[in-house]
């Protein structure tokens, strides 16, 4: 508690002399990089709550730690990157899974997706796990090992794209296999409360997987699972008015009834689902 006092009384110091976004990102930083876990939460989800009184149209009423429990079956796209003053990337020019913590985005950045289905990655997962094709024979292994074949431009930083011999790969692959095991015979479990899945809200409500949690989303898919829990990161302007009408109304679009973001607002509370 002494360091989460601590980290309030300098965010205070700097909200006086620097203003609230620059306070709020820059103290996010600095928390992530050197707090405790516990502290780490604590502030980012005090900052989340300041930044949504301050820029109510910038950043959404719900505690960005909610975990939502999310068909895996209903994430058909993928988020590709884009250029906005808005949102934050990372260094694999991804969403950042921490800058844009609940932040309510306009523009067509919602449009910049690819299919799910589509992508290498899920579609050699497929093929070993539901075909039964050993690694070193699907289609993904044979991408990764031949250096003039292009995989999809989403994977282009990821842990795959790495200089590695046949048998190192092979070995990362293998570990898939007990990962799909556990969760067909365990159940999906959670990880942590920053590292869960995460998705985006595109303006008519459709979920767009982000960049964590893209392995467990896999198995969680070819497992057929009915739910999985994951953490909202953006939500885009349109859709977050939905939910500001259905607060202020009390009601939501029949077509709507069953989305995720909403079972809360149909409660009569925001933020309320599982933490």
């Known amino acids: 508690m002494a360091q989460v006092a601590a980290l309030s009384s ?13 306070t709020a990102v820059v103290s996010g930083r600095y928390v992530r990089k050197y707090g405790s876990a516990h502290a780490r939460h604590q502030y980012l989800r ?4 300041l930044l949504h009184r301050w820029r109510p149209l910038s950043y959404s009423d719900v505690d960005p730690f909610v975990h939502r429990k999310i068909d895996p079956s209903t994430i058909e796209w993928i988020q590709r990157p884009v250029s906005h003053p808005r949102i934050e990337l990372d260094s694999s020019d991804r969403f950042d899974m921490y800058e844009n913590m609940g932040r309510v985005v306009p523009g067509s950045w919602d449009r910049a997706v690819d299919r799910w289905e589509d992508l290498s990655f899920y579609r050699g997962f497929r093929e070993h796990f539901l075909d039964e094709v050993p690694w070193e024979e699907t289609r993904f292994y044979r991408q990764l090992i031949d250096p003039h074949q292009e995989l999809n431009a989403r994977w282009q930083h990821s842990r795959w794209i790495r200089q ?12 898939f296999d007990e990962l ?4 067909r015979d365990e159940g999906y479990r959670s990880t942590s409360t920053l590292d869960e899945l995460t998705v985006n809200i595109g303006r008519d409500g459709t979920l767009i997987h ?7 989303l896999c198995m969680a898919k070819l497992l057929d699972l009915d739910e999985i829990p994951a953490r909202i990161l953006i939500r885009h302007r349109d859709w977050q008015a939905i939910r500001n009408d259905a607060n202020r109304r009390g009601g939501i679009p029949h077509h709507l009834e069953a989305h995720p973001d909403l079972l809360d607002v149909r409660g009569g509370r925001t933020g309320c689902d599982v933490v």
């Open 180 to 183: 799909y095991r556990a969760i």
């Open 164 to 175: 590695k011999t046949d048998e190192e790969l092979l070995a990362e692959l293998r570990e």
């Open 210 to 216: 982000n960049n964590s949690g893209s392995h467990r």
């Open 10 to 22: 300098r965010f205070l110091a700097n909200l006086r002399e620097h203003g609230p976004l620059w």
């Open 46 to 49: 005090r900052r989340a709550q």
